[in-house]
Structures are given as structure tokens and as C-alpha cells.
């Protein structure tokens, strides 16, 4: 985190990255001083509602986050920065986005949580989008030109008004992380809901959170313990603790549903009982109490960074042998069946949402961006199972980037490699 007082002294010339966070009710032109060098700018968390024409000076700037600010439309002058690749305008109160405000290399798109109704044809015709986040809007429909995007490879779009299926997005060729849970035409009606294998309801009383274990979009995960002896639950077990809001992924009470809908599965994170409550504030409080995952697993792979976008990252100097490998995909297969027999996608599936031992059992988890599809028509479900099947092979390939160099020539290595190419 930087301050306006380096900024102001002159003291932060040649960085390439910037933030600020002061409450800033106007942009500083000072920033401007910094065009020679700067390529990431983060503004997010301040009180800015426009940004200046002048900001098209910095050529060199890739990246530009204003999320939490109080944005009502998507600035115009995005539009002429000639190397800006991602824009993150979360939860601001955007309306419009002009056909002209999406600069010609965008790659990455963030509009989450905000009030959009309608988005330009021009989104479809930037032909490097490889990542589009707009779940939390008022979107009715999306452009028909997004059947031009052929490099999109990952798209949320729950928790909005769309009315219809986005056929555009289903015949995509390389789209493979797809959420879409919490519109009017994803809705399961009340027989497929009460055809949904449940768990017991209890109080949050009955449990008492511990430490955090992890936490990501959707909710935080803790260790808890029961605040009196259970006969019917394992003693050890975790809470998440779902927030209140509409996340990068969608609606809490979706991921829950989706949790539910898959049921148990030997590598599934097991769930045993759900609360939801009433708070005194108009909210809901939402948890899933699960089974305490052993020690002895740890996480397979990182998130994706700015460079690689959507794939997955690892620690440097990580490696695991094919026998591994094998073994890890083989269970993951088995998860990818046991889902999609389920009727639910996924919608996130990735290294960094797997756990995994020294002996390559794995765990897998994070329904966040999961959806139920049996509302869809038998055509449009083989298309979502044939998206996420790509994920899967993301998944495969990308493990195969870490394999040890002398595995590299076994046959093993050779069979899958084929598979995720073809």
C-alpha cells in the first residue's frame, strides 16, 4: 500500500505498480508523473466516482482495479489505454457500460456486484477476453456477439435476471469454467428441490467456532467443536460460514443447494448438517458443518496469477511422479462422474480447490461456483458436461506441468498427455 504523500513528493517515481486507498473522491493527476513506468494501478476502496481523460497517458498501464468505489458507469477513457488488459470494477454501483469503455486487449473483466442491465456487443469483439466475472448484476440477456469469443475460458454469470440459457456461451470452443446458478432460468422448481437429497438442520448453538481453516469467496471455514457430546456426527468438524452477500461466484444459498444436490463421495469434502437462521439485522446466516479434514492434507496447486489468467499456478520447485499423478486423476474422474450423475457442475474445477497426502488421495471442494442443470434441456446439459469436461483436462495438463523430468518419457505421462490433447 502506498500513500498520497509519496505520491506527492515524488518519492515513488519509475514503480510499476500502484495503490492507494485514502478515501479519494477524485483522481490524482500526480498519478500521471508515473506513465513511464506504471502497469498496474489499484484505486480500489476509495470514494472515486469518474476517472479523467488524461489517464489515457499511461500507455504502459496493463492493469487498472476501482473496486469499492462509487462508479455509475464505466469510465469512457478504459476504451483508449492501448495495453490494458484486466479491469476490476467490483461492487461499485455501475448501470452502463459503454460500447466504447473496453479497451481493444482486455483479457480479464470484473464487474461483479454491481446493478448492469445491459452490456455492449462490443464485449464479444475484444478477441483476447479470456475471463469475463459478472455475477451480482440485473443482466436480462448478454450480447450475442459473445459468440464471437472464442479465447473466453472462464465466465460467471449467476445470481442475475437472465431469462433463457446463453446458447452463445454454451458453444463456445474453448469455455471451460462456467457458473451461472441463481437466474430465473436456472431455478430447479419445488418437485426437483424436494428430490434433493437433504442433511439435518440444526442451531449454531450447537457448535462453537475455533480457529480458521480457510476462507475464500463465498464464506469462511473453521475448526468447531460441539458444545454438548453427538451421537449421529463425527466429533471432529469444520464450519463454513457463509457471507451474507452476493459473491464473485454467485448466491451462498446456491453453493449450498449444490452441496446438498451431490451428496456423499469418498475425494468430496463430507456435509452433515446445514444451519439457517434468521439475524436480527434482515439477514441470513447460512453454514455447512462438515467432517474436519486430517492434518496430513495439504493444498495441490495455487490460484491462477495475472499471467496465467485461468490456469492454475504452483510453488516453485514443486514436482509430483506420475504414479501420483495417475492416481490423483483417476479419483478426480471418479468426482467428475459422481457430480454430473448428480445434475451439478462444478463450475470451479481447479488444482487450488484440492487437497491432497503424501499418498495422492484427494479431497476435493469449494462449491462456491457450483450449479444444478437438470432445469436444462438434454441437449444444453451434454454441453455443460462437455465444458467442464475441459476443466478437467486443465486439471490433468496442468499436473502434468509438475511432473518429475524422468517420468516425462513413461507411458503413463504419453496416455495422458494424448487424452488432454485431443
Same mark, same amino acid.
Given at each position: 500500500?502506498?500513500?498520497?504523500?509519496?505520491?506527492?513528493?515524488?518519492?515513488?517515481?519509475?514503480?510499476?505498480?500502484?495503490?492507494?486507498?485514502?478515501?479519494?473522491?477524485?483522481?490524482?493527476?500526480?498519478?500521471?508523473?508515473?506513465?513511464?513506468?506504471?502497469?498496474?494501478?489499484?484505486?480500489?476502496?476509495?470514494?472515486?466516482?469518474?476517472?479523467?481523460?488524461?489517464?489515457?497517458?499511461?500507455?504502459?498501464?496493463?492493469?487498472?482495479?476501482?473496486?469499492?468505489?462509487?462508479?455509475?458507469?464505466?469510465? *469512457?477513457?478504459?476504451?483508449?489505454?492501448?495495453?490494458?488488459?484486466?479491469?476490476?470494477?467490483?461492487?461499485?454501483?455501475?448501470?452502463?457500460?459503454? *460500447?466504447?469503455?473496453?479497451?481493444?486487449?482486455?483479457?480479464?473483466?470484473?464487474?461483479?456486484?454491481?446493478?448492469?442491465?445491459?452490456?455492449?456487443?462490443?464485449?464479444?469483439?475484444?478477441?483476447?477476453?479470456?475471463?469475463?466475472?459478472?455475477?451480482?448484476?440485473?443482466?436480462?440477456?448478454?450480447?450475442?456477439?459473445?459468440?464471437?469469443?472464442?479465447?473466453?475460458?472462464?465466465?460467471?454469470?449467476?445470481?442475475?435476471?437472465?431469462?433463457?440459457?446463453?446458447?452463445?456461451?454454451?458453444?463456445?470452443?474453448?469455455?471451460?469454467?462456467?457458473?451461472?446458478?441463481?437466474?430465473?432460468?436456472?431455478?430447479?422448481?419445488?418437485?426437483?428441490?424436494?428430490?434433493?437429497?437433504?442433511?439435518?438442520?440444526?442451531?449454531?448453538?450447537?457448535?462453537?467456532? *475455533?480457529?480458521?481453516?480457510?476462507?475464500?469467496?463465498?464464506?469462511?471455514?473453521?475448526?468447531?467443536?460441539?458444545?454438548?457430546?453427538?451421537?449421529?456426527?463425527?466429533?471432529?468438524?469444520?464450519?463454513?460460514?457463509?457471507?451474507?452477500?452476493?459473491?464473485?461466484?454467485?448466491?451462498?444459498?446456491?453453493?449450498?443447494?449444490?452441496?446438498?444436490?451431490?451428496?456423499?463421495?469418498?475425494?468430496?469434502?463430507?456435509?452433515?448438517?446445514?444451519?439457517?437462521?434468521?439475524?436480527?439485522?434482515?439477514?441470513?446466516?447460512?453454514?455447512?458443518?462438515?467432517?474436519?479434514?486430517?492434518?496430513?492434507?495439504?493444498?495441490?496447486?495455487?490460484?491462477?496469477?495475472?499471467?496465467?489468467?485461468?490456469?492454475?499456478?504452483?510453488?516453485?520447485?514443486?514436482?509430483?511422479?506420475?504414479?501420483?499423478?495417475?492416481?490423483?486423476?483417476?479419483?478426480?474422474?471418479?468426482?467428475?462422474?459422481?457430480?454430473?450423475?448428480?445434475?451439478?457442475?462444478?463450475?470451479?474445477?481447479?488444482?487450488?480447490?484440492?487437497?491432497?497426502?503424501?499418498?495422492?488421495?484427494?479431497?476435493?471442494?469449494?462449491?462456491?461456483?457450483?450449479?444444478?442443470?437438470?432445469?436444462?434441456?438434454?441437449?444444453?446439459?451434454?454441453?455443460?458436461?462437455?465444458?467442464?469436461?475441459?476443466?478437467?483436462?486443465?486439471?490433468?495438463?496442468?499436473?502434468?506441468?509438475?511432473?518429475?523430468?524422468?517420468?516425462?518419457?513413461?507411458?503413463?505421462?504419453?496416455?495422458?498427455?494424448?487424452?488432454?490433447?485431443?
Amino acid at each position: 500500500m502506498h500513500t498520497l504523500a509519496q505520491l506527492l513528493s515524488g518519492e515513488l517515481r519509475g514503480i510499476n505498480q500502484l495503490k492507494l486507498s485514502e478515501n479519494l473522491t477524485e483522481f490524482p493527476l500526480e498519478i500521471l508523473t508515473l506513465a513511464d513506468s506504471l502497469e498496474i494501478l489499484d484505486l480500489s476502496s476509495n470514494a472515486l466516482s469518474s476517472l479523467p481523460a488524461e489517464l489515457a497517458q499511461l500507455t504502459k498501464l496493463k492493469v487498472i482495479f476501482a473496486s469499492q468505489n462509487k462508479f455509475r458507469h464505466l469510465p *469512457e477513457v478504459l476504451g483508449k489505454l492501448p495495453n490494458l488488459e484486466m479491469v476490476g470494477f467490483k461492487s461499485n454501483q455501475i448501470t452502463q457500460v459503454a *460500447e466504447n469503455s473496453l479497451p481493444m486487449q482486455l483479457r480479464w473483466l470484473i464487474l461483479t456486484d454491481n446493478q448492469i442491465e445491459t452490456l455492449p456487443d462490443s464485449l464479444g469483439e475484444r478477441p483476447r477476453l479470456q475471463k469475463l466475472a459478472l455475477a451480482g448484476n440485473q443482466l436480462t440477456e448478454l450480447p450475442q456477439s459473445l459468440a464471437q469469443a472464442h479465447n473466453l475460458e472462464l465466465a460467471r454469470i449467476s445470481a442475475n435476471n437472465l431469462t433463457e440459457c446463453p446458447e452463445q456461451l454454451l458453444n463456445l470452443p474453448n469455455l471451460a469454467w462456467l457458473a451461472f446458478a441463481g437466474n430465473p432460468f436456472s431455478q430447479l422448481s419445488i418437485t426437483e428441490k424436494a428430490e434433493v437429497k437433504t442433511v439435518p438442520e440444526l442451531s449454531s448453538d450447537s457448535y462453537t467456532l *475455533e480457529h480458521v481453516l480457510g476462507q475464500g469467496a463465498s464464506g469462511v471455514i473453521s475448526k468447531a467443536h460441539w458444545n454438548s457430546e453427538q451421537s449421529k456426527f463425527p466429533a471432529d468438524i469444520a464450519v463454513k460460514v457463509f457471507k451474507g452477500e452476493v459473491t464473485s461466484d454467485g448466491y451462498p444459498e446456491d453453493e449450498l443447494q449444490a452441496c446438498l444436490q451431490v451428496g456423499d463421495h469418498p475425494n468430496l469434502v463430507q456435509s452433515l448438517a446445514q444451519v439457517k437462521e434468521d439475524l436480527d439485522s434482515g439477514g441470513k446466516y447460512l453454514a455447512l458443518i462438515m467432517s474436519l479434514i486430517p492434518e496430513t492434507y495439504q493444498n495441490l496447486g495455487l490460484p491462477p496469477c495475472f499471467k496465467s489468467c485461468t490456469r492454475d499456478t504452483f510453488p516453485q520447485g514443486f514436482s509430483l511422479p506420475i504414479t501420483l499423478i495417475t492416481n490423483i486423476v483417476q479419483q478426480m474422474e471418479d468426482v467428475f462422474s459422481h457430480m454430473h450423475n448428480s445434475k451439478v457442475c462444478h463450475g470451479d474445477l481447479y488444482a487450488h480447490n484440492t487437497l491432497f497426502d503424501v499418498l495422492g488421495n484427494i479431497i476435493f471442494g469449494d462449491f462456491g461456483a457450483a450449479t444444478s442443470y437438470q432445469m436444462l434441456t438434454p441437449v444444453q446439459q451434454d454441453k455443460v458436461r462437455k465444458i467442464e469436461h475441459r476443466a478437467l483436462n486443465h486439471f490433468i495438463d496442468d499436473l502434468l506441468s509438475i511432473c518429475i523430468e524422468q517420468d516425462r518419457n513413461s507411458e503413463a505421462f504419453k496416455l495422458l498427455k494424448e487424452r488432454v490433447s485431443l
